[in-house]
């Protein structure tokens, strides 16, 4: 099931989402509609903050390539455990925050520690768009979106463009 997209500015996309003790049936289906939430927007990654749900859980799959097959990615509680003095710029955008990106500079590669849908502990290396995607996904985790790394103008800006279509939206 598909599930709305918090647009920002919304007070639940900047609070630290609660870690996930026990991974019951209906966090399993919160995954899955996640899921499908990502790639009918069409995005490489989501976080439960992003539907409403202050939950340290993310989905991602950074699979580009024409005809490659897809690697969704379930993290519950997923952490940064290592990551290299080597920088990577990107240009990011987020679903919450719809057709504005900006370039923002992380870590070009990171150890990743997790649990998967299934309970068992999960632990991997990204570099590359999976390695921004999911850093990017964790910020969203700890209340941060990748504005919070622009200058005060720029972020500003962005922000008025938001409310704007917010209104927008809330007359149609």
């Not at 209340?143 to 962005?158: A, E, V």
Request: charged residues 30%; aromatic residues 6%.
């Amino acid at each position: 099931m598909k599930r709305p997209i918090l647009i920002h500015p919304d007070p639940r996309l900047k609070k630290v989402a609660a870690p996930v003790d026990d991974l019951s049936d209906a966090r399993r289906k919160l995954a899955e509609d996640m899921l499908e939430t990502m790639y009918d927007a069409p995005g490489i990654g989501l976080a439960a903050p992003q539907v409403g749900v202050a939950e340290r859980l993310i989905v991602l799959d950074c699979v580009k390539e024409e005809g490659a097959a897809p690697r969704p990615l379930v993290m519950f509680n997923p952490e940064v455990v290592a990551a290299s003095d080597t920088l990577n710029t990107y240009e990011e955008g987020c679903l919450s925050i719809p057709e504005q990106y900006a370039e923002v500079t992380r870590p070009a590669e990171v150890q990743v520690r997790w649990m998967d849908a299934d309970g068992h502990p999960r632990e991997e290396g990204f570099d590359g768009l999976w390695a921004t995607c999911v850093q990017h996904e964790i910020d969203h985790l700890n209340g941060k979106l990748f504005i919070d790394y622009l200058g005060p103008m720029k972020r500003q800006m962005i922000t008025r463009k938001m409310v704007k279509l917010k209104r927008e939206k809330a007359k149609a």
